[in-house]
């Protein structure tokens, strides 16, 4: 619903899980630790696609990284995400660290904004005298 109006992807899941723990909590009693693994494994949803250079190491190490993994495989069963994803994080974690490399390598180059950051243009000083 959010993406109909307009917000980014990855500001409208967040809107969404938050929306779903509140509805949620309004009929089951949630403690707050379990509402924010929830929230952990959703936003690792979007982490997941970003496999290019370090992204894909860093995951793995990640303490929740296999439950969002796991719910990453939930989701491609149910067809809600294309499948191939789940498939290339099997692989991946099944790789010795040359392998995983390689994945990342075939991978190619990200695409977006990921490239070099442009820096701000200074303001310019005031002219003359504050008095």
Same mark, same amino acid.
């Given at each position: +619903?959010?993406?109909?109006?307009? #917000?980014?992807?990855? $500001?409208?899941l967040?809107?969404?899980a938050?929306q #779903?723990i509140?509805? &949620? @909590?309004?009929?089951?009693? @949630? ?5 924010? #693994? @929830?929230?952990e494994?959703?936003d ?6 970003k +496999?290019h ?14 439950a ?8 491609? &069963?149910? %067809?809600e ?7 290339w ?12 490399a390689?994945? @990342? ?6 695409? %977006? ?8 243009k200074r +303001? $310019?000083?005031?002219? %003359?005298?504050?008095?």
């Open positions: +619903r959010h993406l109909e109006h307009g #917000v980014p992807y990855a $500001p409208a967040q809107k969404a938050g #779903v509140n509805a &949620q @909590v309004q009929i089951t009693a @949630v403690p707050k630790r379990f509402s924010l #693994v @929830v929230r494994i959703w690792m949803q979007l982490r997941l696609e +496999r250079g370090r992204h894909a190491e860093m995951l793995v190490a990640d303490p929740r990284f296999r969002g993994y796991d719910f990453l495989l939930l989701r491609e &069963q149910a %067809g995400i294309e499948s191939g994803l789940g498939d994080w099997t692989r991946y974690q099944e790789c010795d660290e040359h392998a995983r390689e994945m @990342v390598r075939a991978l190619g180059k990200p695409t %977006g904004n990921s490239g070099k950051r442009r820096r701000r +303001r $310019p000083k005031p002219s %003359g005298n504050a008095a």
